[in-house]
């Protein structure tokens, strides 16, 4: 199933449905007004939206339209959280390199780990607010994971049935404020 967010002038925007195909889509206002909506009330909507993805495919769905990637939104404008993760080891010892710290103890048994702005995502065609090169602009392509309530101590056998959704990310980073910020020792704010 393939879901977007459409621009509608609202925070949370208007949540579609898109064909497999990536042509055609159809609003998903019945089921849930917005992404959002959807992901908090999951196992109420995810039969609707799956239905209405079917129906969009086979080309019986109503009031279905031409899916323009440009009018859409990140997928989550605002989300309750946004946590990213390095899942790769030797990307961390490069970050050590780059930023001439010290090695980060268990490192290789703990994943780094960091809480970011979450509450103005912007979408795959937004202009991205950059105002200075000299901030050390760095852009990276991530998978993310949108997930349903994931209680204290979600063993790892049970995280995989928390996952609701896949999206890709453009990553942005401003590597100047990086070092200062890992210091501090409280994570990434500006940076």
Not at 44 to 60: C, D, F, K
Not at 94 to 105: G, R, Y
Request: charged fraction near 25%; aromatic fraction near 8%.
């Amino acid at each position: 199933m393939k879901l977007a967010t459409l621009k509608n002038g609202h925070k949370d925007g208007r949540l579609l449905v898109v064909s497999r195909d990536l042509r055609r889509a159809v609003a998903a206002d019945g089921i849930a007004p917005s992404m959002l909506d959807a992901v908090e009330r999951w196992n109420e909507t995810a039969p609707g939206l799956a239905a209405l993805y079917e129906a969009l495919n086979a080309g019986t769905a109503a009031n279905a339209f031409d899916f323009d990637p440009a009018a859409t939104a990140a997928p989550l404008p605002r989300a309750p959280q946004w946590c990213d993760g390095s899942a790769f080891l030797n990307h961390g010892r490069l970050m050590e390199k780059a930023f001439n710290i010290d090695p980060i103890p268990d490192s290789d048994k703990v994943p780094l780990m960091y809480q970011g702005g979450s509450d103005d995502l912007l979408g795959p065609h937004d202009d991205l607010p950059l105002p200075d090169e000299a901030h050390g602009i760095d852009f990276e392509g991530e998978f993310g994971v949108i997930v349903d309530e994931v209680p204290m101590g979600c063993p790892a056998s049970a995280a995989l049935g928390r996952v609701l959704l896949l999206v890709q990310i453009n990553d942005v980073s401003l590597r100047a404020f990086g070092p200062r910020e890992m210091r501090t020792g409280f994570g990434f704010f500006q940076a």
